[in-house]
């Protein structure tokens, strides 16, 4: 082949269909609305090393930890010998299968050409169960599973699904989801092995080669053009379970075309924000992405020219046995830290921050209509950061999370919930030259008694910084209806009647409000964004 660069090209546009096909697969085959709806899952292929050749484009960047993690937990454990084709791998551990946090359930497939192993397919789907969980340490979490064959040969080995399926509380959306990941992996892996028939073994193994080093020579090239330099930047991370503030810090060193993030931060705590390292590094890789080159293609190239520290049992990089639930959140402060650092060598590249949150809520019980119990979850947006030339976005998803909005119609209809708001909150994006992005109110009525919720979320104790003169956005809150158990440490019960209304993080403004266009001012108040008090004392703007 000597690496034609279009047959590369080719090749890697066709891996990229690959893994498109595969989400999609999983998605359409899906039982429970987390994954059919709001599409909290992911899809990657890899070469036989391990080593990821493409994600898809509407996976979550942070599930990144999860996918790469396992893959290379397998390829420890299990000689290549020792793997036959039919085979697919299960797992979820962050301490002993490459996971992030439990409930991300990842299988994994080899792929076969000629008796040999030449890549590896793998799809990750949240399954919004383990409801009424503690979260001291990863014990109360939920099940944890090691990299361990669910089918052999083809075969999905019962007893195991059995044993999986037992500890878990909606085992029926279990199973079926279960089934649709085992088929979007079926699928994948005739799709990669057709691309060998297609081009030849040798053919396909260089060019995956040479796409890992095409994106190892571009991403070297993005940060050539960062000056020079030591960045630094500090934040606070608050989320309901700690009564105390937690103090983050990070130094940014750009050398050359390579990259170095020294990260500080407190030992791990009893809570479920704890990180382990690979979703750390899920969020160092995003973040540098989205700063140097955002079209660089997401495969494992990227990772040649970065170096990555944090503190052994720390916050953001734990051991055994930390509860990592809500990592979430914690890695949501990891792109702050890196965008606020950064933010004096490509003041063009930097969004003020976001909402800082993946506010996620947790709903469960046995539904009164049914007598099923039932898990209900949803990670709601918030403001995006203001950017140097645009206004941030409202009401969206923002870095580590890419989940879709789950519809009232049909979160209604699944579970006993009852939605009375959802709107985006006036004046919660920060002011500036251009305006940070709006967050949103959703108000629930629980229609069932004894409904355990739980509530992630941050930002509640600070607000979303502005950049270059900008304001911050508004601080994230949660109210409950009168009569209703108070929220201790992120958790409460409900009871029928009872009303819970969460309002997200809006996002900071970038430059100096008085720089902000009166025809924009104007057409803020005209749409409810920002109020006339707001419009006249801030950017002195009367109507």
């Given at each position: 082949m000597?690496n034609?660069?279009?047959?590369v090209?080719?090749i890697?546009?066709a891996?990229?269909?690959?893994?498109?096909?595969?989400s999609e697969?999983?998605v359409?085959a899906?039982?429970?609305?987390n994954i059919k709806?709001?599409?909290?899952?992911?899809?990657?292929v890899?070469?036989a090393?391990g080593?990821?050749l493409a994600?898809?484009?509407?996976?979550s960047?942070?599930?990144?930890?999860?996918?790469?993690?396992?893959?290379?937990?397998?390829?420890r454990?299990?000689?290549a010998d020792s793997v036959a084709?039919?085979d697919?791998?299960i797992?979820?551990?962050p301490f002993?299968?490459?996971?992030s946090h439990?409930?991300?359930i990842?299988l994994v497939?080899?792929?076969?050409?000629s008796?040999?192993?030449i890549?590896?397919?793998a799809?990750?789907a949240h399954?919004?169960?383990?409801g009424?969980?503690?979260?001291?340490?990863?014990?109360q979490?939920g099940?944890?599973?090691?990299?361990v064959?669910?089918?052999?040969?083809?075969?999905?080995q019962e007893?195991?699904?059995?044993?999986?399926?037992?500890?878990?509380?909606?085992p029926?959306?279990?199973?079926?989801?279960?089934?649709a990941q085992?088929?979007a992996?079926?699928l994948?892996?005739?799709?990669?092995?057709?691309?060998?028939?297609?081009?030849?073994?040798?053919?396909?193994?260089r060019?995956s080669?040479?796409?890992l080093?095409?994106t190892?020579?571009?991403?070297?090239?993005a940060?050539s053009?960062?000056p020079d330099?030591e960045?630094?930047f500090?934040?606070i991370?608050d989320?309901?379970?700690?009564?105390?503030?937690l103090?983050?810090?990070v130094?940014v060193?750009?050398?050359?075309d390579?990259?170095?993030f020294v990260?500080t931060?407190?030992d791990?705590?009893?809570?479920?924000?704890?990180?382990?390292?690979t979703?750390?590094?899920?969020?160092?890789?995003?973040a540098l992405?989205?700063l140097?080159?955002?079209?660089?293609?997401p495969?494992?190239?990227?990772?040649?020219p970065?170096r990555i520290e944090a503190?052994?049992?720390?916050?953001?990089n734990?051991?055994?046995?930390?509860?990592?639930?809500?990592r979430s959140?914690?890695?949501?402060?990891?792109?702050?830290?890196?965008h606020g650092?950064?933010?004096?060598a490509v003041?063009?590249a930097v969004?003020?921050?976001?909402n800082?949150a993946?506010?996620g809520v947790h709903?469960?019980?046995?539904?009164?209509?049914?007598g099923r119990?039932f898990?209900?979850?949803?990670t709601?947006?918030?403001?995006?950061?203001a950017?140097?030339?645009?206004d941030?976005l409202d009401?969206?998803?923002?870095?580590?999370t890419?989940?879709?909005?789950?519809?009232v119609?049909?979160l209604?209809?699944?579970?006993?919930?009852?939605?009375s708001?959802?709107?985006?909150i006036?004046?919660s994006?920060?002011?500036?030259?251009?305006?940070?992005?709006?967050?949103?109110?959703?108000?629930?009525r629980?229609?069932?008694?004894d409904v355990?919720?739980?509530?992630?979320?941050?930002r509640?104790t600070?607000q979303?910084?502005g950049?270059?003169?900008?304001?911050?956005g508004?601080s994230?809150?949660?109210e409950?209806?009168?009569?209703?158990?108070?929220?201790?440490?992120g958790y409460t019960?409900?009871?029928t009647?009872?009303v819970v209304?969460?309002?997200t993080a809006?996002?900071?403004g970038?430059g100096?409000?008085?720089?902000?266009?009166?025809e924009?001012?104007e057409r803020d108040v005209?749409?409810g964004r920002v109020s006339a008090?707001?419009a006249?004392?801030?950017?002195g703007v009367?109507?």
């Amino acid at each position: 082949m000597n690496n034609d660069p279009v047959l590369v090209e080719v090749i890697g546009s066709a891996l990229s269909s690959v893994v498109e096909e595969m989400s999609e697969t999983l998605v359409r085959a899906a039982y429970s609305t987390n994954i059919k709806e709001r599409r909290d899952c992911t899809a990657a292929v890899f070469d036989a090393q391990g080593r990821m050749l493409a994600q898809d484009e509407g996976g979550s960047p942070l599930h990144l930890g999860s996918l790469m993690g396992i893959v290379d937990e397998i390829t420890r454990r299990h000689p290549a010998d020792s793997v036959a084709e039919g085979d697919t791998f299960i797992g979820n551990d962050p301490f002993h299968g490459g996971g992030s946090h439990l409930p991300d359930i990842v299988l994994v497939s080899p792929v076969f050409v000629s008796g040999e192993i030449i890549g590896w397919v793998a799809n990750l789907a949240h399954h919004a169960d383990f409801g009424d969980r503690g979260h001291a340490h990863i014990f109360q979490e939920g099940l944890r599973i090691p990299p361990v064959r669910l089918m052999r040969r083809g075969e999905v080995q019962e007893d195991l699904f059995e044993l999986i399926l037992l500890n878990c509380q909606v085992p029926h959306e279990r199973k079926a989801d279960l089934r649709a990941q085992i088929a979007a992996n079926r699928l994948a892996v005739t799709r990669f092995a057709e691309l060998s028939t297609r081009y030849g073994r040798d053919t396909l193994v260089r060019a995956s080669e040479a796409l890992l080093d095409y994106t190892e020579r571009r991403t070297r090239a993005a940060i050539s053009r960062v000056p020079d330099g030591e960045y630094t930047f500090t934040d606070i991370f608050d989320c309901p379970e700690l009564d105390e503030e937690l103090d983050l810090a990070v130094r940014v060193t750009v050398h050359g075309d390579e990259v170095d993030f020294v990260f500080t931060a407190p030992d791990q705590v009893r809570a479920s924000v704890n990180v382990v390292w690979t979703g750390l590094y899920a969020a160092v890789y995003y973040a540098l992405k989205t700063l140097v080159d955002p079209d660089i293609v997401p495969n494992a190239g990227l990772h040649r020219p970065v170096r990555i520290e944090a503190p052994s049992g720390s916050v953001l990089n734990c051991v055994e046995p930390a509860a990592v639930n809500g990592r979430s959140e914690t890695c949501q402060r990891v792109v702050d830290l890196i965008h606020g650092a950064l933010a004096r060598a490509v003041p063009e590249a930097v969004t003020a921050a976001s909402n800082g949150a993946n506010t996620g809520v947790h709903f469960s019980g046995v539904d009164a209509r049914t007598g099923r119990y039932f898990v209900y979850l949803e990670t709601i947006g918030g403001g995006c950061g203001a950017r140097i030339a645009k206004d941030g976005l409202d009401g969206v998803q923002v870095h580590m999370t890419n989940t879709s909005n789950l519809p009232v119609e049909a979160l209604e209809t699944e579970y006993p919930l009852l939605v009375s708001e959802y709107a985006l909150i006036d004046d919660s994006g920060g002011v500036g030259r251009t305006r940070g992005g709006m967050g949103i109110v959703r108000t629930v009525r629980v229609e069932s008694d004894d409904v355990h919720f739980w509530l992630d979320t941050s930002r509640q104790t600070s607000q979303p910084w502005g950049l270059a003169g900008g304001g911050p956005g508004a601080s994230a809150e949660v109210e409950l209806s009168d009569g209703a158990r108070p929220i201790v440490a992120g958790y409460t019960r409900l009871n029928t009647g009872d009303v819970v209304s969460v309002r997200t993080a809006g996002a900071g403004g970038y430059g100096p409000p008085d720089e902000r266009d009166r025809e924009a001012v104007e057409r803020d108040v005209a749409e409810g964004r920002v109020s006339a008090r707001t419009a006249q004392d801030t950017y002195g703007v009367r109507r």
